[in-house]
């Protein structure tokens, strides 16, 4: 019974009829599937221009293959601007953030490069094989979590919160309207 007099008091207080209603529901729902298609497009696009080709650079069988692809990755993320941040959403923690993900990845090109210019085949392989293993600073296959999600996954969550929360008023007010009659 509380709820219904909650209910009359915000109808009696803000007008809400069925005319405003109805369009409400109907924009916080294209909100909430905008946002949606919008993370979902920003994640396949992540993968396919960065994602994969950390893959193909963690997995490569030379060096200079490994250098290649990763040069791919950082141009990438400098042309997107990904090269700070977190992705955190309600918190942030170090293994989430953009930053210290790139540095990693641009200190690991760098000595890539020097090994490239070494002429050394062993040194080549030992730096191949401590890329496999993410040890010596050639950590490349670590990720932040939801870093294709990014820029930054905590604006829309912020719309979806905010988007459901107006399509459940809606909702509950139009079911109320409804019951007037």
Partial sequence: ??????????????????????????????????????????????????????????????????????RIVIDYLEKMEIISGNTGVLYQTSSEDIGLWYKSLVFSLGIMDNVIKTN?????????FNMYKGVGGLDIGSTPKSIGDYPPPRHAFLIIISSFLVLIMSVLFMVKADGKR
């Fill in 1 to 70: 019974m509380k709820f219904i007099e909650i209910l009359n008091k915000l109808e009696e207080k803000i007008g809400l009829t069925k005319n405003i209603l109805l369009p409400m529901f109907f924009v916080s729902l294209v909100f909430i599937l905008g946002t949606a298609v919008s993370i979902t497009a920003n994640s396949f696009l992540y993968h396919a221009n960065c994602g994969s080709h950390l893959v193909k650079a963690r997995s490569a069988l030379t060096i200079e293959e490994s250098a290649k692809e990763l």
């Fill in 120 to 128: 050394s085949q062993e040194k080549k392989d030992i730096a191949l």
